[in-house]
């Protein structure tokens, strides 16, 4: 088990979300969720101007064992998006919580109540491994 950065949200889907200075949030997958995929092959990003709806479908990753749909935690317009993952997305393995971040968005409105503290994910992971 590795540690929670402490400066992230999380959700119950295993994706994280950072407030940044400007305003925008930073989204990626997890620590836990990168492991349970296993070593990630392909990465299909969002496209820069697009309108997301918290709990739609973001992005998508596939890795050797299975594809899985990544879900935006919240509302809100693509900023930008980690185009190295195109070449590498093996950086969701090895760095979830920093250059493997997915997707860079400016909120759309204040839906943010199932996000969970460090505290409350890592309950939430040891629950699932009960």
């Not at 994280?16 to 990465?43: F, K, N, P």
């Not at 950086?91 to 839906?111: E, F």
Request: hydrophobic fraction near 35%.
């Amino acid at each position: 088990m590795s540690e929670l950065p402490g400066d992230l949200l999380y959700t119950k889907e295993h994706e994280w979300l950072r407030r940044e200075d400007d305003g925008s949030v930073t989204i990626g997958i997890t620590d836990h969720a990168q492991s349970a995929l296993g070593d990630l092959v392909y990465v299909e990003l969002p496209e820069v101007g697009q309108d997301l709806d918290s709990g739609g479908d973001m992005a998508v990753v596939e890795s050797v064992k299975a594809a899985s749909d990544v879900f935006a935690p919240i509302a809100g317009n693509v900023v930008s998006v980690n185009e190295e993952l195109s070449d590498d997305p093996e950086k969701i393995n090895s760095d979830p919580y920093g250059d493997g971040w997915i997707v860079r968005l400016q909120p759309g409105g204040g839906d943010d109540d199932d996000l969970m503290a460090p505290d409350a994910y890592q309950t939430y992971l040891d629950e699932l491994d009960d």
